[in-house]
C-alpha cells in the first residue's frame, strides 16, 4: 500500500493505493469492500499577513464567516467580537482572547472554516 495527497479543486485527499503485485490475487477475485466515505477538505492555510502577531484568535467552532467586525489596526479589548460565524443558523461572536490591536484578519466572509482555526491575530 501507498500513500499519496491529492489536490482537486482546492480540495485535499488523502489516499492509500494498494499495489497488484505478482504475488498478490487480481482485484476482481477479491470480495468487494464498502466504499470509504469521501474524506473531508482540509481547512485552508491561513493567509500571511505582513504584520501577523502573537496572539491568535481561533474559531470555537466550525462554520461560515458570517461578518468581520474589526478591522487591521483597530484596538480590541478581551471579549470584543473580532469575527462572527454561522453555524446551525446561528451567529457565534469569536472574541478577542485579551486586550490588543488586530494584526491580520485571516479569514474573508464566505470561508468555511473548522473548529480551531485561525481568523486573525493580535499585538
Same mark, same amino acid.
Given at each position: 500500500?501507498?500513500?499519496?495527497?491529492?489536490?482537486?479543486?482546492?480540495?485535499?485527499?488523502?489516499?492509500?493505493?494498494?499495489?497488484?503485485? &505478482?504475488?498478490? /490475487? +487480481?482485484? @476482481? $477475485?477479491?470480495? !468487494?469492500?464498502?466504499?470509504?466515505?469521501?474524506?473531508? =477538505? &482540509?481547512?485552508? /492555510? +491561513?493567509? @500571511? $499577513?505582513?504584520? !501577523?502577531?502573537?496572539?491568535?484568535?481561533?474559531?470555537? =467552532? &466550525?462554520?461560515?464567516?458570517?461578518?468581520?467586525?474589526?478591522?487591521?489596526?483597530?484596538?480590541?479589548?478581551?471579549?470584543?467580537?473580532?469575527?462572527?460565524?454561522?453555524?446551525?443558523?446561528?451567529?457565534?461572536?469569536?472574541?478577542?482572547?485579551?486586550?490588543?490591536?488586530?494584526?491580520?484578519?485571516?479569514?474573508?466572509?464566505?470561508?468555511?472554516?473548522?473548529?480551531?482555526?485561525?481568523?486573525?491575530?493580535?499585538?
Amino acid at each position: 500500500m501507498k500513500n499519496y495527497t491529492i489536490t482537486v479543486n482546492g480540495n485535499v485527499y488523502d489516499v492509500t493505493v494498494e499495489e497488484n503485485g &505478482a504475488n498478490q /490475487a +487480481p482485484a @476482481a $477475485s477479491r470480495p !468487494a469492500a464498502a466504499p470509504a466515505p469521501a474524506p473531508k =477538505a &482540509a481547512p485552508a /492555510a +491561513p493567509k @500571511a $499577513s505582513v504584520g !501577523a502577531g502573537s496572539v491568535q484568535v481561533k474559531a470555537g =467552532a &466550525a462554520g461560515k464567516v458570517f461578518k468581520i467586525e474589526a478591522n487591521v489596526g483597530q484596538s480590541v479589548k478581551k471579549g470584543d467580537p473580532v469575527v462572527i460565524i454561522e453555524a446551525m443558523k446561528m451567529e457565534i461572536p469569536v472574541v478577542a482572547p485579551e486586550d490588543g490591536t488586530v494584526a491580520s484578519i485571516d479569514a474573508a466572509v464566505g470561508d468555511a472554516v473548522e473548529a480551531g482555526a485561525i481568523l486573525a491575530t493580535l499585538n
